[in-house]
Structure formats: C-alpha cells, structure tokens
C-alpha cells in the first residue's frame, strides 16, 4: 500500500480504538477533502484547522488528509478556475504553457488575469464542495461502520 494512504488507515483504526465515532471521522475526513483543495495555494492548513475548532473535529486527522490530498489542490487548481470562469462568464484561461510563460516574464499581468480567475475559482468550489462533502461522508461512513459496528440499544434502556 502506498505509504501515506497506509499511515491514513492506520492513523482511522487508532481514532476508532480511542472511541471517536465513525460519524465524526468521515465528517472530518469529508471537511478536509473539501477544503483540501480549496482553490488558493497555501491557505488549507489553516481552513483545517478553523474547520476543526469550531466544528469539535479531530485536527491531526484533518492535517493528514489536507496532506495527503495536497497534490489533488494542484490538479484542480486550474480545472476550478476554468469552471468559474464558466459559471460567471468571464473570459477563459490561457493555456498552461502561455500562463508559465507569462508568470516568468511579467509576474503583475500574470496576477492580473490570475485574480479574477481565482474568485471564480473560489466561486466554483463553493458551488460544487457541499456536493463533494456529502459523497464523500456516505462513502467513507460506511466502510467505517463496517470497521467499529455500533452495538444496538437494548429496548429497556430506550423505554426509560
């Protein structure tokens, strides 16, 4: 198994032997992911951990998938971008070759068709998290479930 996937597992089962509910990991897994690859370089570690304070989620588990999903943020980096432009019908992004070029030659006409960009990017993934979120909830939830089995509550202890 690839060695961070492997150290994600393993640090899931050490969160289920200390007792957080599966619930709660796949709800900090599926925040992580999102903000993972929220569309601005160099602002997911502290997204994390504003997500995990003020939701009461584990953080350590949160850095670890920000981590291991850093290169996924590169990847849609510009996929979000494009979108956005799309969704607030703004003029298209160069190519990745032209934009390389014109980061090296002039860094100021570069921020300038960058800065737009990157609002539409954000106004992309804000359209398309919520939807990201869930899925991913559902799909880590149930093999969690499958993990930690809750126990089901005698129906003495539910009529009192």
């Known amino acids: 198994?690839?060695?961070?996937?492997?150290?994600?597992?393993?640090?899931?089962?050490?969160?289920?032997?200390?007792?957080?509910?599966?619930?709660?990991?796949?709800?900090?897994?599926?925040?992580?992911?999102?903000?993972?690859?929220?569309?601005?370089?160099?602002s997911t570690t502290l997204l994390c951990a504003g997500g995990a304070a003020w939701l009461r989620l584990n953080l350590p588990l949160m850095q670890l998938v920000n981590y291991v999903l850093y290169p996924a943020q590169l990847a849609l980096l510009i996929p979000f971008m494009s979108v956005g432009s799309h969704f607030f019908s703004l003029p298209s992004l160069p190519p990745l070759t032209q934009l390389l070029k014109l980061v090296a030659s002039d860094p100021w006409g570069a921020i300038r068709i960058f800065w737009p960009a990157t609002l539409s990017g954000i106004g992309a993934w804000l359209v398309l998290s919520p939807v990201a979120a869930l899925a991913i909830y559902n799909l880590v939830l149930f093999p969690l479930r499958r993990l930690n089995p809750t126990e089901p509550i005698p129906a003495e202890e539910v009529a009192q």
């Not at 969160?15 to 690859?37: F, H, Y």
């Open 1 to 42: 198994m690839i060695r961070p996937l492997r150290k994600v597992v393993d640090t899931v089962i050490a969160l289920l032997r200390q007792g957080t509910t599966p619930e709660k990991i796949a709800q900090a897994t599926a925040l992580a992911a999102v903000l993972a690859v929220f569309p601005v370089l160099g």
